[in-house]
T-cell receptor, first 115, second 114 residues
């Protein structure tokens, strides 16, 4: 069963527009971590953010912000004022207490930012 | 900042041949992982390794695959008899094992099976 669902396959925006990436997860654990990773065209995986299941406080870091809602099992990610360098595939991932360390990734969302 | 290094960056192998992918995890990390990403698809967990043994493996990680930490610094993934469908990017990762610390990923090895 799919543990992490990223329904958006691709999002195209023009530079300076905001873009929000959706992530819905499924777990029976009460303790878990959620992550966002970025994969630029060069292929490496870049860690962006993690949140544990007890911390629903949303956060802003520069142009990035996160919206974690346990009630809807969602962990959405927003890039404000997008730039061409933000063009990448973004993956949401889940790590459950029953299996710490095993990251379960969503299918990814391709973000294309055009000038 | 310390990083996970993987070699080679690209490996081309004939079908049926054995291949060994190498990784040097971050030195004070205790947990090691391999993930696979078929082109255009999601990243999939293969195996986790701790205290010189496999702690968890996915259904992808069948008898063709094995992992080893031969010398205390390298962490290897061996595929015994490669198939065309083994073509993918293979990522190594290491971690401290505490859930509040993210895994560190290497840049990956692109494996192409001909």
């Amino acid at each position: 069963a799919q543990k992490v669902t990223q329904a958006q396959t691709e999002i195209s925006v023009v530079e300076k527009e905001d873009v929000t990436l959706d992530c819905v997860y499924e777990t029976r654990d009460t303790t878990y971590y959620l992550f966002w990773y970025k994969q630029p065209p060069s292929g490496e995986l870049v860690f962006l953010i993690r949140r544990n299941s007890f911390d629903e406080q949303n956060e802003i870091s520069g142009r990035y912000s996160w919206n974690f809602q346990k009630s809807t099992s969602s962990f959405n990610f927003t890039i404000t004022a997008s730039q061409v360098v933000d063009s990448a595939v973004y993956f949401c991932a889940l790590s459950e207490r029953v299996s710490w360390g095993k990251l379960q990734f969503g299918a990814g969302t391709q973000v294309v930012v055009t000038p | 900042e310390p990083e996970v290094t993987q070699t080679p960056s690209h490996q081309v192998t004939q079908m049926g041949q054995e291949v060994i992918l190498r990784c040097v995890p971050i030195s004070n990390h205790l947990y090691f992982y391999w993930y696979r990403q078929i082109l255009g698809q999601k990243v999939e967990f293969l195996v986790s390794f701790y205290n010189n043994e496999i702690s968890e493996k996915s259904e992808i990680f069948d008898d063709q695959f094995s992992v080893e930490r031969p010398d205390g610094s390298n962490f290897t993934l061996k595929i015994r008899s490669t198939k065309l469908e083994d073509s993918a990017m293979y990522f190594c990762a290491s971690g401290s094992g505490t859930p509040n610390q993210p895994q560190h990923f290497g840049d990956g090895t692109r494996l192409s099976i001909l």
